[in-house]
């Protein structure tokens, strides 16, 4: 997960103070970038958002290759774009930023070392990635296509949903919005971050300068809101059910 934001000191304080953060400086390709850790493990990656780009501010999740100049090559041929890289990041990694078909901004990355123990099932880490879309069926193919994910869609006559699996387990999933989809964003990923109590974790965000812009509602894997920080990037919070 990543998230270039104009001004990085400031969003460093927002997200340590909501989610227990702390931050080190690094991989320094990337610009002033800094790594946010929650007990000593990554979580996720703040950087600055260079002046010429005018991109949205907003959380770009990552998926995981083994090659990412052949994914590269795949995003294209699948009608996707590879904005950024491939590019040599810290300790020999790469990795790329592009969009699906659809628009919707997301990242590639190639881990050379052993990835250390991640952290995550705990509050402050990333539940689960979701991407808001006009229709699931022809991104989804995308997807499979390029990261060889396998496709559950939700049978429902009134809800155009897929899971996206990967080895048996739920990597990320394909809402299809249809004309409810905002004109004003597109297509565009959401990561839900977990939180102890989700009341307190709203009342906490508003006091640190966050807006609510859909409150609590139910999901499949519990109580949840959308929310942005004072840059405007969009996230959700989510208390998993036990």
């Given amino acids: 997960m990543s998230l270039m934001v104009h001004g990085p000191a400031a969003t460093q304080e927002f997200y340590g103070t909501l989610f227990g953060w702390e ?13 946010a850790l929650l007990d000593g493990h990554e979580v996720a990656g703040i950087g600055l958002l260079p002046p010429d780009r005018h991109l949205p501010i907003a959380w770009t999740p990552y998926f995981a290759s083994e090659n990412v100049d052949l994914t590269a090559e795949t995003v294209r041929s699948c009608g996707g774009t590879i904005g950024v890289g491939p590019l040599d990041a810290a300790d020999a990694d790469r990795l790329a930023i592009g969009s699906d078909p659809s628009g919707a901004v997301f990242g590639v990355w190639q881990a050379a ?3 250390g123990t991640t952290v995550s099932g705990v509050p402050g880490t990333p539940a689960w990635n979701e991407l808001l879309t006009f229709e699931s069926a022809t991104v989804a193919k995308f997807y499979r296509t390029v990261f060889g994910y396998q496709e559950e869609p939700v049978v429902s006559a009134d809800f155009d ?13 394909i809402h299809g919005l249809g004309k409810a989809l905002p004109r004003d ?31 609590a509602h139910d999901t499949a894997h519990g109580p949840a809101a959308m929310v942005a920080d004072p840059e405007g990037a969009r996230f959700a919070l989510l208390e998993p059910r036990r």
């Fill in 113 to 115: 070392a052993h990835l």
């Fill in 161 to 173: 949903y897929v899971t996206l699996n990967l080895g048996g387990g739920p990597v990320a999933g």
């Fill in 185 to 215: 964003r597109g297509a565009h990923w959401v990561t839900y971050f977990q939180v102890a109590d989700l009341d307190d974790a709203l009342d906490h965000l508003a006091h640190l300068g966050g807006h609510v812009l859909k409150p």
């Fill in 23 to 35: 931050f080190q400086p690094g991989p320094q390709q990337l610009g002033p970038y800094v790594r």
